[in-house]
């Protein structure tokens, strides 16, 4: 999700999140896989054996009044932090467990259909909340920490803690949550900076957290129930945390509109187009549930993808199926603009290396394919203009529709089509193994 590791807010770049997703009866069994996975780091004292976490079920809590609310693009939901372009923000409601209406709402937190679960830095939860939260345990003394890696390289490292959350006018679910603190005990070698990014603080990522509503209902899945040395979970004994962990689906961090009460098969978001010169802000608005509460706001095609949660991408208007150039293609609302390969010169300007700079405007068709039917879904054309140029001319803009770069390393061969993908247009998420008028999950539809 995160690439640029300079201090620049503007100039940060949001990638897909790395990790092992299985989608059990619907794709098929898998294992552990990664779009680039870390190693696990040298243990400095003995560590204890990977322990088993079960999980714990709460029961809603609230009543519905509606299942839709505001994203905001460099908005009026984006407040406090440093802002890059094209970040856009939601607010979320978490609560304690002991008490539901103790609560509090958080703003700048990143909208992320590539990434699952709730992720919120220990810091800017209140006292009287954050208190209120329930650790993960296996029933003893052992805790669950959780090391995610980004695509990019970055991690967020803390603890797995049970919340109340709010989403929209929706009940309240009480789920795992990561509570994101780089000082929980003593992090394991992927989320160490000799081997990462770590993100340490809002100040440093410019949100005070991630709302991913992406494919999946947990952010491990299978996987995690039988493979310990996952390089997501970790069983945290005494402040050692070099350990791997078994954690049960009702353990993991939950996908939070998988666990609403009715509108749980996906979500839809709606933005408005933006002009080649940008804009200050964009309104849009993120709905919970795909056709729940009445018809679809449009007639989408359909995009079923694979056990990673991506689809068949490939340049020009046709698709050749024995081709073996294709793009690995996913949606991903987390990462600010497109990324991809192409042969187009990056910009020189300092910390702005790995976006393109043409000469002129450059425009692009390519075509999205169902993986699971190898037919063409649909043709997406875009034009990509000077990185560089349009972020001078138009000092006021924040949100640019027009703007890529190359893919990172660890996520060569793939095709992010990033938020300018969103605007203008109503975008779908199925969850896996739901149902709606658009097809089973997983899918992307437009």
Known sequence: MKFNKSRS????RFLFMVLALCYGAVIGSCGPKQKGATLYGQATTPNPPPQTYSGQTYSSVGSYTTNSMSVTVNGSNCTGNPAYQNLPCVQVTICSISSPTTCQTISDILLDTGSYGLRIFSSVINASVLSGLVPVTNGGTSTLGECVTYGDGSTDWGQVEYAYVQVAGEPKVGIPIQVINYNFNTPPGPCTPAQSYPDTSPSQTGFNGILGVGLAAQDCGSACITDANNNLYYTCTGGNCNSGAYVQLNAQVINPVAALPTD????????PS???SGAASLNGTITFGIGTRGSLPTTPTTLLTDGNGDFITNTGSTFNPTQTSWLAGFIDSGSNFFYFPASMPNCSQAN??????PTSDTAFTYTNTNYQTQTITSTVSFTITNANTVMTNNPSSMVFSNVGGGSAALLAGTFDWGLPFFMGRTVYVGIVNTSSSLGT????AY
């Open 352 to 357: 702005m290396g790995s976006f393109y700079c």
């Open 274 to 276: 933006v002009g080649a």
């Open 264 to 271: 749980n098969n996906g979500v839809i978001l709606n933005f």
């Open 441 to 444: 999950g997983p899918y992307f």
């Open 9 to 12: 807010p503007q100039r940060r």
